[in-house]
């Protein structure tokens, strides 16, 4: 009985009249978002042929986005149907890195292509929606209607004269109620199915992407942030360079300067003398704190960013190797260079192994090699110390692996009792 | 003498300008990058040129591949390079492309050097006069680069320092006073050199230019 009056009810529920809204509205959205996307499309291919199809393409890539969202603000309001928006676009710097990045846009793809699936399945609803909930309502208020003609149309002697044979009329029409009825009671439904292939292809389309997507977006953008730190470091290493060194260096000469005035000159009597002295030992104290500052400077610069390595991993290694307290011997093939950021972590990574050589291992002699293998950069450092290096927990090699994984690098320990100890990283070759 | 400078921070360049003028050189110009270097090389023909390695537009090693160019232009021009930093790779491009007749001085210096204008002024004149001057920093790279050379091996650790005050430019008075020893030891620790090195016997000077080189060979 539930069921009968829950089955009653159905046509009356306000969803049920949500989404026969929706249904119709969506008809000519669907034809304009099809519209757009099947003529930018075909223009984009056409003009291809004199070059401007892909700036064509970048410049329109907004509107295929806009549109979804239109379409996502639409079920959200009419049926109370969240949808998500995708991530939101992410330009790249420059002219160039903005059509590529409009042009491999995923969601704005994804967009077109549920603006193009969504027609069939609009004039779909549209159709059912309009058989359905019209031919019901028309089928159950036939009688009525009909009668109502009736009265209205024939003149009132003709009807008048004419009772009998207008029964089986009205029995005929009557029949047509319980047909408009069950459509009635169809019409819901039928709408929800097609509503309901809709939500399908909104979620698979113009939502947020499934996971695997998710994670490749993610590792783009994690790439961004790691190559982007790597820039601001090189960045910030430059205005070191040219603002505080730069000035230092300035003060050290005027304080030279200065001391040699001092020095040529003798004072007039004991007292000036004397004071004179002072101002001598107090140039002497300065000159030797701005020598100690621009020392300090440039170790801080070197340890953001060693300016080395702008001229190549290679070249920032060989001068590592013959700085360092263990005799280090490179050797570098590194014949496609990985990306700024993957070089400083491989920098950082040979010179922390090359101090831990230094302090743990007793070795006499280490080596340090750099090869580029196809999509990986593997650095190995190898000693012939004491060997036994581990990862402890809070250890220098534990906190060198952490920065590793910022990366999906790995770093394989060897190093049994008695040494040797080898230790390879492998990072990819772009972050 | 006259000078070019080239140095991309105006604060050092003018520094160093006045550095210079005071001591009674002739800075002939003073100039910002790589190009207007070449300029000014070309048109005033200087006794010397003091770059900076760094240098715009992409401040890796301007400086220094203009200088190598120079080197190779002008052999005659005595060259005293100035860095932030010294890179082992870049004290092999510059000393590497020694002049054929090594008739010109080079020299390649930390930048914090000139903030002793002594120091700085002697290096200069030593250059000047064709001599080298290597900072210590270059100097313990070069060693540190050159461990597994046979020759350099069978140096004794005060033959070492020796030659590591001769790689920098230094006279055999100079290098007496800085170890605190007699000239007479020294003579003997640079003869022991040459020796070890296996450097024919000939003009002094020519052989302790080849025993500095030979630090670049390993």
């Known amino acids: 009985m539930d069921g009968v009056l829950w089955l009653l009810r159905e046509p009356l529920r306000r969803r049920s009249w949500a989404e026969f809204k929706y249904v119709i509205v969506s008809l000519p959205v669907a034809i304009a978002g099809f519209t757009f996307t099947v003529v930018t499309c075909v223009l984009a291919v056409v003009s291809s042929a004199v070059v401007v199809g892909p700036l064509l393409l970048a410049l329109l890539w907004p509107g295929a986005r806009r549109m979804a969202a239109v379409s996502r603000d639409l079920a959200n309001r009419q049926l109370g149907i969240p949808v998500a928006s995708p991530a939101p676009f992410r330009l790249q710097p420059g002219i160039m890195g903005w059509i590529r990045s409009a042009i491999t846009d995923a969601a704005s793809w994804r967009a077109r292509a549920y603006l193009v699936l969504r027609l069939p399945v609009a004039v779909a609803g549209y159709l059912v929606a309009g058989w359905t909930w019209v031919g019901g309502l028309s089928g159950v208020t036939y009688p009525l209607r009909s009668a109502i003609l009736l009265q209205t149309h024939l003149p009132g002697a003709a009807a008048a004269a004419r009772p009998i044979a207008s029964l089986p009329v ?80 300035a003060v050290a000469m005027k304080l030279s300067l200065a001391r040699q005035d001092l020095d040529g000159t003798a004072g007039a009597t004991n007292e000036s003398q004397a004071s004179l002295q002072r101002a001598l030992e107090l140039v002497d104290a300065a000159r030797g704190i701005t020598k100690e500052a621009i020392a300090d400077l440039r170790d801080l610069a070197r340890g953001i960013h060693p300016p080395a390595l702008d001229h190549g991993l290679d070249t920032a290694l060989a001068t590592l190797t013959a700085r360092s307290a263990v005799p280090a011997q490179l050797v570098a093939d590194l014949p496609e260079r990985p990306s700024a950021a993957i070089e400083a972590i491989a920098y950082f990574c040979a010179a922390e192994l090359l101090t831990n050589v230094a302090k743990h291992s007793g070795a006499r002699h280490a080596t340090v090699e750099a090869l580029h293998v196809p999509g990986l950069l593997r650095l190995r450092v190898s000693d012939d110390g004491v060997g036994g290096a581990r990862t402890d ?20 320990i060897s190093s049994p009792p008695g040494g040797p100890t080898v230790i390879t990283i492998e990072l990819p070759s772009h972050a | 003498m006259q000078i070019v400078i080239a140095e991309d921070a105006a604060l050092v360049r003018a520094g160093l300008t006045e550095v210079l003028a005071r001591c009674g050189h002739e800075v002939v110009a003073a100039v910002g990058d790589a190009e207007s270097l070449r300029a000014a090389i070309a048109q005033h023909r200087p006794d010397i040129a003091v770059v900076d390695v760094r240098m715009p537009p992409s401040y890796t090693d301007e400086g220094l591949r203009a200088a190598i160019a120079l080197r190779r232009d002008h052999p005659d021009l005595a060259l ?129 230019v080849l025993a500095v080189l030979r630090y670049l060979e390993s």
């Open chain 1, 170 to 249: 009205v029995a005929g029409n009557l029949l047509v109620v319980p047909l408009g009825a069950v459509l009635l009671l169809a019409a819901p439904w039928l709408t929800r199915v097609v509503v309901g292939l809709d939500q399908v292809l909104m979620t698979r389309l113009i939502g947020p992407v499934a996971l695997t997507e998710r994670v490749r977006d993610l590792e783009q953008k994690r790439a961004h942030a790691v190559d982007d730190s790597a820039a601001r470091l090189r960045r910030i290493e430059r205005d070191l360079h040219d603002g505080a060194q730069a000035q230092m260096i």
């Open chain 1, 393 to 412: 927990r809070g250890g220098g090699l534990a906190g060198l692996a952490q920065r590793l994984r910022t990366v999906d690098g790995r770093m394989t």
């Open chain 2, 80 to 208: 005293l390079v100035f860095s932030q930093y010294i890179e082992t790779r870049y004290t092999a491009d510059l000393l590497g492309t020694a002049s054929p007749r090594g008739a010109a001085g080079v020299g390649y210096l930390l930048k914090d050097r000139v903030a002793d204008v002594g120091e700085f002024l002697d290096a200069l004149n030593r250059v000047a006069a064709g001599g080298t001057a290597l900072d210590p920093e270059v100097v313990t790279q070069l060693i540190g680069a050159s461990r597994r050379t046979d020759g350099l091996r069978s140096l004794t650790t005060r033959e070492r320092e020796v030659l590591a005050l001769m790689a920098q430019g230094h006279s055999n008075g100079a290098i007496a006073a800085s170890l605190v020893i007699s000239d007479r030891a020294v003579e003997k620790h640079v003869g022991n050199i040459f020796t070890k090195l296996g450097l024919p016997p000939s003009d002094t000077y020519h052989r302790r």
